[in-house]
């Protein structure tokens, strides 16, 4: 056989026995080993022609990697894995299986590879016949496992998503039928670019608009944008309402500390008129509030709370957000957050590596994300 490595010939040296794991269970397995004199490296050629990885097929690797990505390791191992294919495997093999799966799929990310085949979606339209696509970008914490089984500190894994939902004036609840993620732990470049290679493959230049949809975090905008430039001509941001609603709901417990009726009767004005007038009218009203006799910490929550409007006036503009029929909430982020990572990285009791951390973050994102990305992963990529 010619060498893959160097091209160079390659000699056969012997049959080699090893045990592979299939969905027939371990069976033996004997392959030809081949080796390179000009690189010195060895070969098993068989491998590649059924479809074999570190001596497991493509469909056991399929099987094992689905039980992981639902549960923990030993669970899938001694539960799912063997429910599901009669498969009898160990919890390191889950584990290992797990990581190799996440660690390729994270590398292809990494380079800007997307699921194939693209497919455009059929963008939705707002109250203006506008066809409207979101974009939405947030992180939540991960534990850490240091070195010696001993706690690091935590770390924050990227959620980003594109996705399609139903406008707000057809139906306020939905079933989310277009919405594909990236996760990990990276930099906002990163998963900022991983973003735009999932806008590209779903085709976003074909909507009129789209809305970056964020809390108030630092270089979200920026991140969002630089993933739709070039694809899109106009951008909306807004500011997620709820997570506004919060810094309200905070600076009312300073203010009205131990009078929980008046806090609540404020704390609905506010946000009433957050709403149905806008950021401008509310930072206005909360300017004119008397405050020199106030006590220090009420004085330093009400100045966090103005900055925090002021920084963010040009993307609180609710009265014409809600008339258009655009979403308002980071739901379905914060969702994603939940489902994407919590839901199998926050477990009682787990830690993870930073390598397994977005091994796993990955595998979580395609297996949460809709147009049956998994499938298609599963059914397109060679070992």
């Avoid at 490595?5 to 969905?23: G, H, M, N, W």
């Avoid at 693209?118 to 707002?126: C, G, I, T, V």
């Avoid at 909507?207 to 964020?214: F, H, K, Q, Y």
Wanted: proline content about 4%.
């Amino acid at each position: 056989m010619t060498c893959p490595d160097c091209q160079e010939s390659a000699k056969f040296v012997s049959y080699r026995p090893t045990t592979l794991t299939c969905l027939f269970g371990k069976v033996p397995y004997e392959r030809a080993y081949y080796h390179c004199k000009a690189c010195g490296h060895g070969h098993f050629p068989t491998d590649h022609l059924f479809d074999v990885a570190n001596r497991k097929t493509r469909a056991a690797e399929e099987v094992i990697a689905l039980g992981t990505v639902t549960d923990a390791f030993e669970e899938a191992a001694e539960k799912l894995v063997a429910k599901m294919s009669g498969l009898r495997v160990s919890k390191s093999m889950v584990h290992r299986t797990s990581e190799e799966v996440g660690d390729k799929l994270a590398k292809r990310k990494a380079v800007g590879e997307t699921i194939e085949p693209k497919k455009p979606w059929n963008w939705h339209r707002d109250a203006n016949g506008n066809r409207v696509a979101y974009i939405s970008l947030d992180a939540t914490g991960v534990l850490q496992q240091g070195p010696d089984h001993k706690k690091a500190e935590g770390r924050m894994a990227w959620v980003g998503c594109v996705f399609n939902p139903q406008p707000t004036h057809e139906t306020p609840r939905h079933r989310m039928k277009n919405a594909r993620y990236v996760s990990g732990l990276m930099s906002l470049p990163e998963i900022g670019f991983q973003i735009r290679q999932e806008c590209r493959a779903v085709e976003i230049n074909n909507a009129d608009l789209v809305i970056a949809l964020t809390d108030g975090g630092a270089g979200l905008e920026g991140c969002l944008l630089d993933a739709v430039a070039g694809q899109m001509k106009q951008i909306e941001y807004i500011l997620d309402f709820y997570h506004a609603s919060d810094h309200v709901l905070e600076f009312a417990k300073v203010l009205f500390a131990g009078d929980e009726p008046a806090r609540k009767t404020r704390v609905d004005a506010w946000c009433h008129k957050l709403k149905h007038a806008g950021g401008r009218e509310l930072l206005g009203e909360l300017e004119s509030l008397e405050l020199a006799e106030a006590r220090p910490e009420v004085i330093e929550s009400h100045r966090l709370l103005t900055n925090y409007l002021r920084n963010n006036l040009h993307r609180t503009d609710y009265p014409r957000y809600v008339k258009n029929g655009w979403q308002i909430g980071s739901g379905v982020i914060e969702s994603a957050c939940k489902s994407v990572v919590g839901g199998r990285l926050k477990g009682p009791g787990m830690r993870w590596r930073p390598h397994g951390t977005t091994a796993m973050c990955q595998l979580r994102a395609l297996y949460k994300s809709t147009d049956r990305l998994w499938d298609q992963y599963w059914r397109t990529t060679t070992t």
